[in-house]
T-cell receptor, first 113, second 110 residues
Framework: GENVEQHPSTLSVQEGDSAVIKCTYS??????FPWYKQELGKRPQLIID?????GEKKDQRIAVTLNKTAKHFSLHITETQPEDSAVYFC????????????FGTGTLLAVQP | DADVTQTPRNRITKTGKRIMLECSQT?????MYWYRQDPGLGLRLIYY???????NKGEISDGYSVSRQAQAKFSLSLESAIPNQTALYFC?????????FGPGTRLTVL
């Protein structure tokens, strides 16, 4: 069945450093790839997304890249700040629709001041 | 996001009991979803509904049922709760791609 693998499961960086989280997906028909951030005790919230017709998308300190051939996509956070500390989930659409998602298992990012 | 609400927020129940989790939204979205979150497993889709007359199973529907009473309401039921259904349950809504999550219901089955 459809699957999304996410690595690493935990990531600790110093404030100001960059953080990279990587995901791979199995469904070649996947065409929508969102990233959600979940702060401790809170609900997941969308931070950035990318569609399969785009290779890279940037929004201030965060960026997402997509390699359709390799079925890889990654989240890049630059100049990390303590408020970036959270669990990050990647997801991929499946079944040819953008509104059914398979989520990765999450990455706990800790930004050390 | 106060537009998506879930009740109850916390619930402790016993094995074999029937329990219903409720989700309401004021966003006017047609699409609604139920997920469960377990440590190390991420978010897994239980059921989803694209309109009032449309109900679909997700990855892990066994042991669960749902009811879409209106566009704004989507309920998840556990007919006979078991301990491995202990988890954090999220409702979500969408009109296009972005999904908006409720605050979650923490369910413990003893």
């Amino acid at each position: 069945g459809e699957n999304v693998e996410q690595h690493p499961s935990t990531l600790s960086v110093q404030e100001g450093d960059s953080a990279v989280i990587k995901c791979t997906y199995s469904d070649s028909a996947s065409n929508y790839f969102p990233w959600y951030k979940q702060e401790l005790g809170k609900r997941p919230q969308l931070i950035i997304d990318i569609r399969s017709n785009v290779g890279e998308k940037k929004d201030q300190r965060i960026a997402v890249t997509l390699n359709k051939t390799a079925k890889h996509f990654s989240l890049h956070i630059t100049e990390t700040q303590p408020e970036d500390s959270a669990v990050y989930f990647c997801a991929a659409s499946y079944g040819g629709a953008t509104n059914k998602l398979i989520f990765g298992t999450g990455t706990l990012l800790a930004v050390q001041p | 996001d106060a537009d998506v609400t879930q009740t109850p927020r916390n619930r402790i129940t016993k094995t074999g009991k029937r329990i219903m989790l409720e989700c309401s939204q004021t966003k006017g979205h047609d699409r609604m979803y139920w997920y469960r979150q377990d440590p190390g497993l991420g978010l897994r889709l239980i059921y989803y509904s694209f309109d009032v007359k449309d109900i679909n199973k997700g990855e892990i529907s066994d042991g669960y049922s749902v009811s879409r009473q209106a566009q704004a309401k989507f309920s998840l039921s556990l007919e006979s709760a078991i301990p491995n259904q202990t988890a954090l349950y999220f409702c979500a809504t969408s009109d296009r791609d972005e999904q908006f999550f409720g605050p979650g219901t923490r369910l413990t089955v003893l």
